[in-house]
């Protein structure tokens, strides 16, 4: 069974780092795209970046592009994200999602709706 499983998250302070994982299991994860989404409470999903199945080609957002970094070790089927700076708009639950690699590039990397599989979310609370 497809499942993936986000940690990492947690409360850290203005200006402060987290790294999130993104491990999945129950499938191929190197036919698979994985984006990073985010969702603050009464507001909409939110797509942060996402990366390619072999990992040579990454998207950012304009909120969190020269912040964040998303990466993979498909070696151990786990996806990242490196948060820097962090504001306290960041606070939200954070999300990874799996798509079909077929289904990558073609504009709608960052659109959750495009997505197929998600993980349960892990909290970020950024405050002093």
């Known amino acids: 069974q497809l499942q993936l499983v986000e940690s990492g998250g947690g409360l850290v302070q203005p200006g402060g780092s987290l790294r999130l994982s993104c491990a999945a299991s129950g499938f191929t994860f190197d036919n698979y795209a994985i984006g990073w989404f985010r969702q603050a409470p009464g507001r909409e999903r939110e797509g942060l970046s996402s990366?390619?199945?072999?990992?040579?080609?990454?998207n950012y957002a304009t909120s969190v592009k020269g912040r964040f970094t998303i990466s993979r070790d498909n070696a151990k089927n786990t996806v990242y994200l490196q948060m820097n700076s962090l504001k306290p708009e960041d606070t939200a639950v954070y999300s990874c999602a799996a798509v079909d690699s077929f289904k990558y590039g073609l504009g709608f990397d960052l659109t959750s709706s495009w997505y197929d599989y998600w993980g349960q979310g892990t909290q970020v609370t950024v405050s002093s």
């Open positions: 990366i390619s199945r072999s990992g040579d080609s990454t």
